[in-house]
């Protein structure tokens, strides 16, 4: 009886052994867990932020948005006293060299490059000139024509041409200096990362699923986008982009797979309408006015989101042939929309993206 016993109780106790055991490996190798598709929409370095992630918790599109955040208050605001970026311009015409850390070494690596390639249309030292401009305070997302008298930023005035020619003083992308691993402004000027900082985030972004158990996500920071991996039935990431003629509707799709980065600049995500003049937030390094260069929206692909993001706006500054060219050189793909509401794109554009007829 008592053998009987023991030969029970071990044999339910092995049963429990055994079914623990599987549960723990379980857990070990994630199989536990489901993917699902998690959706979250809210915003994080002044921008809306959109994410559809297939992942097995959750938690990952909080992550997601708390490291956009700690992005902008750790390197990229010049508005946040202790940043990487505003340590630099407090220490500008001081004579003193600051040690750059390694990531913004390599951004800032890139940016240079973009600016001497697109000769100067890129320029991350136009904060005096943006300032003027007051462009941080024109409602983002601002789709629909404002005037003076309704808009966000009554009483707001322009300035005037003096002022421009004097802010314009304190640009120019060629007086930064750089040398083992360290940056020098000169007096008065200072860095402004305003134009990248969305596609900066992308590529920390990428870098950031790539270690976690995320199957696919499709990302987007304002104005960039980064698509990721597959979705659970294997098609492709659709992204839309916004007809900048009228930007309630969709001018088209890109069908995308795997990783890419999308960066659309246009006139209409930022602006001001003055009698009847429209005045937008990508500005011309050259005169310091908006760009006037016959392009309404400029959409590019790569694979960098830095890159994507520093390319929409130089090409939008350098109009559809230029731009084109630069695209080019980067082996980008690129999608210009002019004032017609001509669309010009890029031989390698045309395999991805599908006019949706609501022009
Ligand atoms: P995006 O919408 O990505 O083209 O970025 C536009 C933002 O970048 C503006 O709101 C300004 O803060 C800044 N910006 C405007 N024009 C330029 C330019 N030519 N080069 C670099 N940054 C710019
Ligand atoms: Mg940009």
Same mark, same amino acid.
């Given at each position: 009886m008592k053998s009987n016993f023991l030969q029970k109780a071990g044999g339910r106790r092995s049963f429990f052994g055994v079914v623990f055991l599987i549960c723990a490996i379980l857990m070990q190798t994630g199989c536990a867990g489901q993917t699902m598709k998690y959706t979250t929409v809210n915003t994080a370095m002044g921008t809306v932020v959109t994410q559809t992630v297939y992942a097995k918790e959750e938690a990952v599109t909080g992550q997601i948005t708390e490291l956009i955040t700690f992005l902008e208050q750790e390197y =990229? /605001?010049? &508005?946040? @006293?202790? /940043?990487e970026v505003a340590g630099i311009n407090a220490a500008a015409g001081t004579g003193e060299w600051v040690a750059l850390s390694e990531e913004l070494l390599a951004d800032l690596a890139v940016l240079q490059e973009v600016s001497a390639k697109s000769e100067g249309a890129?320029?991350?030292?136009l904060g005096p000139v943006i300032r003027l401009w007051n462009i941080d305070a024109w409602a983002a997302g601002n789709v629909k024509p404002t005037t003076v008298e309704n808009?966000?930023?009554?009483g707001t005035e322009l300035p005037t041409p003096e002022e421009i020619t004097a802010a314009l003083?304190? *640009?120019?992308?060629?007086r930064v200096e750089t040398a083992d691993g360290s940056i020098r402004l000169p007096v008065g000027m200072s860095l402004d990362l305003g134009a990248v900082g969305k596609g900066i985030a992308c590529d920390r972004i990428l870098r950031y699923l790539e270690e976690e158990d995320v199957s696919g996500a499709v990302i987007s920071v304002g104005g960039s986008i980064l698509t990721y991996g597959q979705k659970p039935e294997g098609t492709n990431w659709q992204v839309g982009i916004v007809n900048? =003629?009228? *930007? @309630?509707? *969709? =001018?088209g799709i890109l069908s995308l797979n795997g990783q890419w980065c999308v960066s659309t600049s246009g006139d209409y995500e930022r602006f001001v309408e003055v009698d009847g003049i429209r005045y937008h937030h990508i500005l011309d390094p050259a005169t310091?006015?908006?760009?006037? /260069?016959?392009? &309404?929206s400029v959409t590019i692909l790569c694979k960098s989101g830095i890159l994507s993001d520093a390319l929409s706006t130089a090409c939008f500054v350098l109009g559809t042939e230029k731009g084109m060219e630069l695209a080019a050189s980067y082996g980008a793909e690129a999608l210009f929309v002019d004032v017609q509401g001509n669309i010009y794109m890029t031989e390698g554009m045309e395999q991805y993206f599908r006019e949706t007829g609501e022009k």
């Open positions: =990229l /605001s010049w &508005r946040i @006293e202790d /940043s890129f320029d991350m030292t808009a966000p930023h009554a003083q304190n *640009t120019g992308y060629k900048p =003629l009228q *930007t @309630e509707q *969709t =001018l310091g006015y908006p760009a006037d /260069s016959g392009v &309404r």
